[in-house]
């Protein structure tokens, strides 16, 4: 064989060298390990003082103070360098401290790790640091890892959580604090900090509270890359920008939906519907927005706002009020998105990229109603019951018996209840995988869990039902290039101008492609209109005009995605690498100097490093009642997107530019990758919003 004429390597040598090109030491891996991140300056030294702010305050909930009355006073804590001689010992003592990670990952939660373990060991190289593992369970259970210098050298700056893992255990029965209070007090901890979102907050403030006779600090840490943890004071003064983790998934999220733009307009073929994670607060979404300029970009809170100016001014001519037209329905939804994808194809563009926040339905009045109805039902099933709702009614025809007879002894009692035959003719009516969705198991938090319904799929039924009518009276039509249509008939042996007023409504415009007449929707209807105009041949209808009618015929093609996990174990940009090492730094400095029942924020994040300022923020204050499994619980409040923000306004602004239903390339933005080189980048949002 000629192949074998070539000189074969020894195996072993083959082998040295494939692993060694297969190595895990990429340029990016060894880039990120080397990586210092800038300190701000009050964090620079090993020894810091607190120092009371009362310039902030808020509006304690009534239930805090009851709940929470060691933490619920706690002032804002500005965090001050000092110079090392004049520091009492106290603030030098050897400590043991933990850390935890809570829910998802989010890229950076490493660095935390990394700073607190840095300051630590400055101030006292004979502190301690421990890692719970596996979460929350892990300080219920006891298990837990000595975190060395080698361990988190090796992952500093990178990706995830996997240095301890993560959890999503809650610690909400007095068991539970019980076993973690002899968990600390065995191990002789004398702070806790816990890494988490809202609920891993609310749990910090709770554990606060419950540690403060035996001496052991909790500080609460924010992570979520929904960007939902955003802390104002009660005037407005903002303390927190920004959750860890959300510019580094945003980034990541944009990049690729930023290539999906580039193929939607290379293949001119596919509607491209992008998911991106965010169950309550639509800031992921808004922030790829603004990274990428995507067709269409839906925001949950906007369409919560939304007011049906129509059906309004019909209701106050019949002298009535149509509670309806408050809130956007699914009916509206459909039609808002068909007249994107009608105007974009009326341009000859019958394709494109749409972007929607993972918990869009909750911001649909009737969804949401539905939710909370079915929610409810569930837990007051589970409460009054030895099984639970999911075990006793395994499939949907046992769930939906369960339902129909909940209203008809609704009807048949005449009485109000929580599930009555309206709710049930409506929700009978949706299709089966959206009731499952509906009715699947609630997390552990008594959570609707977004991510696990098929939004996109919702949506593309609902937009295909509505383009079909719109394709029936000729609405929906594609637009055809005016030149590429004279061309085709001239190779086809007629004159172009012979037959443009027989077939196009628009047929003056000069710029826009041609449109073919509103009742020309079949080969039936163009031989009539042909024939009228006396240009039906023998044959019947010419092929080049019946090649130019077909591609006037829209085939209306949808691919779903979803972006979030991916997202999660990205590696942190720049930005989270310092704002996260700062964040672990910050810890310390509330640790040593004796907080507790705190949550570490950066302010000034829109800045650069040197004006940064590291702070310790009430949990208490930031608390609210919720409903949570059927009943109301003081819960951390999550930040919506405001409608009235100027990051809002901005992306509001461009909404028709970045549509491009009209001649011309689409106005695709391609984001900078995340990288460990060049300028630092911010979240958008966050820039925009301190403009």
Not at 220 to 239: H, M, N, R, W
Not at 630 to 647: I, N, P, R
Not at 667 to 686: A, F, H, I, S
Request: with cysteine; aromatic share 8%; charged share 25%.
């Amino acid at each position: 064989m000629r192949g074998m004429a070539l000189e074969k390597k020894p195996e072993d040598g083959f082998q040295a060298d494939a692993e060694e090109l297969m190595n895990n030491k990429s340029r990016e891996l060894l880039a990120r390990l080397a990586y210092a991140p800038s300190v701000c300056p009050a964090l620079k030294g090993a020894c810091t003082r607190l120092e009371a702010d009362d310039t902030f305050t808020f509006d304690l909930h009534r239930e805090a103070l009851i709940q929470l009355p060691g933490i619920a006073k706690n002032p804002v804590q500005r965090i001050l360098p000092v110079n090392a001689v004049e520091v009492e010992d106290k603030n030098r003592k050897k400590v043991k401290i933990a850390i935890v990670f809570s829910g998802g990952p989010a890229p950076g939660g490493h660095n935390v790790i990394a700073g607190l373990f840095d300051a630590a060991k400055e101030a006292n190289p004979h502190s301690d640091i421990l890692g719970f593992l596996m979460g929350p369970e892990g300080i219920i259970e006891g298990m837990y890892q000595p975190l060395s210098r080698e361990l988190v050298d090796s992952h500093r700056n990178l990706g995830g959580f996997s240095m301890i893992r993560t959890g999503r255990t809650k610690v909400d029965t007095k068991e539970k604090i019980i076993l973690s209070r002899k968990t600390c007090k065995e191990l002789g901890i004398d702070a806790l900090v816990i890494v988490g979102g809202d609920d891993s907050n609310t749990n910090a403030a709770f554990l606060a509270e419950n540690f403060l006779e035996d001496g052991v600090q909790v500080i609460g840490v924010p992570k979520t890359i929904d960007g939902d943890i955003q802390v104002a004071d009660a005037s407005g003064q903002p303390l927190c920008g920004v959750s860890f983790g959300f510019h580094t998934a945003a980034l990541a999220f944009s990049r690729d939906i930023a290539n999906l733009c580039t193929d939607a307009a290379s293949d001119v073929k596919y509607w491209h519907i992008c998911k991106v994670m965010g169950r309550v607060a639509s800031h992921l979404a808004l922030e790829v927005a603004l990274q990428t300029h995507p067709t269409l970009t839906l925001i949950g809170e906007e369409l919560a706002d939304y007011l049906d100016e129509e059906r309004l001014a019909a209701a106050e001519k019949k002298g009535e009020r149509d509670y309806t037209a408050y809130g956007m329905t699914l009916r509206h939804l459909s039609r808002l998105v068909c007249n994107a994808i009608v105007q974009r194809a009326a341009a000859g563009k019958n394709y494109g990229v749409l972007v929607i926040p993972e918990g869009l339905l909750e911001f649909i009045n009737e969804i949401q109603a539905l939710i909370i109805k079915l929610s409810t039902l569930i837990a007051e099933y589970n409460r009054t019951h030895d099984t639970d709702f999911h075990s006793d009614l395994p499939d949907l025809d046992k769930k939906m018996n369960f339902l129909r007879r909940l209203a008809r002894e609704a009807e048949e009692r005449a009485c109000i209840s929580v599930w009555n035959q309206r709710d049930h003719d409506f929700f009978s009516d949706i299709p089966d995988f959206f009731k499952e969705g509906l009715l699947m198991e609630r997390d552990s938090h008594g959570n609707f869990q977004f991510s696990q319904v098929e939004t996109d799929k919702i949506i593309v039924g609902l937009v295909k039902d509505y383009l079909k009518i719109l394709k029936e009276k000729g609405i929906y039509k594609v637009g055809i290039d005016r030149k590429w249509y004279e061309n085709t008939l001239l190779r086809g042996g007629l004159k172009p101008d012979t037959f443009t007023s027989a077939l196009f409504r628009n047929k003056d415009a000069k710029e826009a492609p041609l449109l073919f007449k509103e009742h020309i929707i079949s080969v039936k209807t163009l031989t009539l209109a042909l024939e009228k105009a006396g240009l039906l041949q023998d044959g019947g209808v010419p092929p080049a005009i019946l090649k130019v009618f077909r591609k006037s015929e829209p085939d209306f093609r949808m691919q779903p995605h979803f972006y979030g996990y991916d997202g999660r174990g990205s590696d942190p940009s720049p930005f989270d690498c310092d704002y996260t090492y700062n964040l672990g730094r910050t810890v310390f400095a509330l640790i040593s100097g004796g907080a507790t029942g705190q949550m570490a924020v950066i302010r000034n994040l829109e800045k650069d490093v040197s004006q940064w300022e590291p702070m310790g923020i009430p949990l208490a204050a930031l608390m609210h009642l919720e409903e949570r499994k059927g009943k109301m619980m003081l819960v951390m409040e999550k930040k919506l997107v405001d409608v009235d923000s100027k990051a809002f306004r901005a992306f509001k602004a461009m909404g028709e530019i970045w549509l491009a239903a009209g001649p011309g390339e689409d106005p695709c933005r391609r984001p900078d990758p995340v990288w460990m080189t060049g300028e630092k980048d911010k979240p958008l949002t966050l820039r925009i919003n301190q403009l």
